[in-house]
Nanobody
Framework: QVQLVESGGGLVQPGGSLRLSCSVS????????MGWYRQAPGKQRELVADITSGHSTNYADSVKGRFAISRDNAKSTVFLQMNSLKPEDTAVYYC?????????????????WGQGTQVTVSS
């Protein structure tokens, strides 16, 4: 059973910082790409940043220079450091992981999602 558990959301003033964490649990997993997405009210879910197992990163233009994604492969955890937060960053943030498992000699690749954590940027 694969589980993604997120933490670190909350309320912060404009210009402030937050750090999100997402830990993956389960047995016999190979975790490939990991990423953070967000969904604001009335909008579609969008990619914020992602990172490969080799630590190559990709960012949405709206967060470049302000957010930093990183991962600890030994702890199966991905982080999102968010600095210089703006009201438009307000959203529910979701962790995503592409995970490979072997079941009955079949290689299965699936995307898994965390439960989401609310980030609110407001004065």
């Amino acid at each position: 059973q694969v589980q993604l558990v997120e933490s670190g959301g909350g309320l912060v003033q404009p210009g402030g910082s937050l750090r999100l964490s997402c830990s993956v649990s389960g047995r016999g997993l190979r975790i490939d790409d990991m990423g953070w997405y967000r969904q604001a009210p009335g909008k579609q879910r969008e990619l914020v940043a992602d990172i490969t197992s080799g630590h190559s990163t990709n960012y949405a233009d709206s967060v470049k220079g302000r957010f930093a994604i990183s991962r600890d492969n030994a702890k199966s955890t991905v982080f999102l450091q968010m600095n210089s937060l703006k009201p438009e960053d307000t959203a529910v943030y979701y962790c995503n992981a592409r995970i490979t498992t072997v079941q009955a000699m079949n290689v299965i690749i699936n995307d898994y999602w965390g439960q989401g954590t609310q980030v609110t940027v407001s004065s």
